[in-house]
């Protein structure tokens, strides 16, 4: 069964930097893309960014230059860097792990329940 564990969020003012972090557990398992994304109020979830497993990267526009994905494969844990926050980058962001068994081609995505981040003075 896989687990994904996120922390780091919380109330910070604007132009404060955060680090959330996901650890995704289940041993058996390979875990490929993982990935960030957010949902604020009222609004739907949308991808944040990406990492695959061979540490190639994908950016919404939006965090450009702001934010930074990084992973430990040995560890299973995927980072996101947050500088130079903003009140729209206020949001619940949600882990998002794609795995499969080794050797197989059948992946699965699993999310995880959620972090807040609050940016506001």
């Known amino acids: 069964q896989v687990q994904l564990v996120e922390s780091g969020g919380g109330l910070v003012m604007p132009g404060d930097s955060l680090r959330l972090s996901c650890a995704a557990s289940g041993s058996i398992f390979v875990f490929h893309t993982m990935g960030w994304y957010r949902q604020a109020p009222g609004k739907q979830r949308e991808l944040v960014a990406v990492?695959?497993?061979?540490?190639?990267?994908n950016y919404a526009d939006f965090v450009k230059g702001r934010f930074t994905i990084s992973r430990d494969n040995a560890k299973n844990t995927v980072y996101l860097q947050m500088n130079s926050l903003k009140p729209e980058d206020t949001a619940i962001y949600y882990c998002?792990?794609?795995?499969?068994?080794?050797?197989?081609?059948?992946?699965?995505?699993?999310w995880g329940q959620g972090t807040q981040v609050t940016v506001s003075s």
């Open positions: 998002k792990a794609e795995y499969g068994y080794s050797g197989s081609p059948t992946h699965y995505s699993y």
């Open positions: 990492i695959t497993s061979g540490g190639t990267t």
